[in-house]
T-cell receptor
Framework: EAQVTQNPRYLITVTGKKLTVTCSQN?????MSWYRQDPGLGLRQIYY???????DKGDVPEGYKVSRKEKRNFPLILESPSPNQTSLYFC????????????FGPGTRLTVT | GENVEQHPSTLSVQEGDSAVIKCTYS??????FPWYKQELGKGPQLIID?????GEKKDQRIAVTLNKTAKHFSLHITETQPEDSAVYFC???????????FGGGTRLMVKP
């Protein structure tokens, strides 16, 4: 089954404690992306990757890091989480550029206290 | 960068009625406009999209219209059903083709 998986689905952590949210896709997609969803603000892009070892900033990259060492995986790293990073996070992938259908993961709800 | 505005933020309709959600975008070079549906507890799913070389596209009860001159596009759902209840997002692809900008979302409630 074609899918994007994220782990963990729920996470409560404290300010400053480094964390990683994993994302994996089994569709051999070149393009992967991370979004955060906040009420009234829709989905805002954090980082995206056009292919292995190629990453770029989206609209809200501050406080986040990503890596793309393998085609299937695109982890999101918060080196020093802060309460304003409390949000719902989605990973997505698509074939080719973003103009193709994007497949979204189930989401990760992060709370930073 | 691109800015996408979406209205209304909430929409309540009676089952069987039509629903219309409107979006405007700022970058005249944008050329791809998808619509995503997000059900409770799930990630968004593409339901329909339109490219700038067409003005309208239909898929059963769903249609999207695009007015490039006015820089706005709309989602039309006819004969709404309770299972249409969800949050809907519009989006616009930038000219470079590497970033989607989403609207703020519309919560659609279809009352039986």
């Amino acid at each position: 089954e074609a899918q994007v998986t994220q782990n963990p689905r729920y996470l409560i952590t404290v300010t400053g404690k480094k964390l990683t949210v994993t994302c994996s896709q089994n569709m051999n997609h070149e393009y992967m992306s991370w979004y955060r969803q906040d009420p009234g603000l829709g989905l805002r892009q954090i980082y995206y990757s056009m292919n292995v070892e190629v990453t770029d900033k989206g609209d809200v990259p501050e406080g986040y890091k990503v890596s793309r060492k393998e085609k299937r995986n695109f982890p999101l790293i918060l080196e020093s989480p802060s309460p304003n990073q409390t949000s719902l996070y989605f990973c997505a992938s698509s074939s080719g550029l973003a103009g193709g259908r994007q497949y979204f993961g189930p989401g990760t709800r992060l709370t930073v206290t | 960068g691109e800015n996408v505005e979406q209205h209304p933020s909430t929409l309540s309709v009676q089952e069987g009625d039509s629903a219309v959600i409107k979006c405007t975008y700022s970058d005249s070079a944008s050329n791809y406009f998808p619509w995503y549906k997000q059900e409770l507890g799930k990630g968004p799913q593409l339901i329909i999209d339109i490219r700038s070389n067409v003005g309208e596209k239909k898929d059963q009860r769903i249609a999207v219209t695009l007015n490039k001159t006015a820089k706005h596009f709309s989602l039309h759902i006819t004969e709404t059903q309770p299972e249409d209840s969800a949050v809907y997002f519009c989006a616009a692809l930038n000219n470079a083709g590497n970033m989607l900008t989403f609207g703020g979302g519309t919560r659609l409630m279809v009352k039986p």
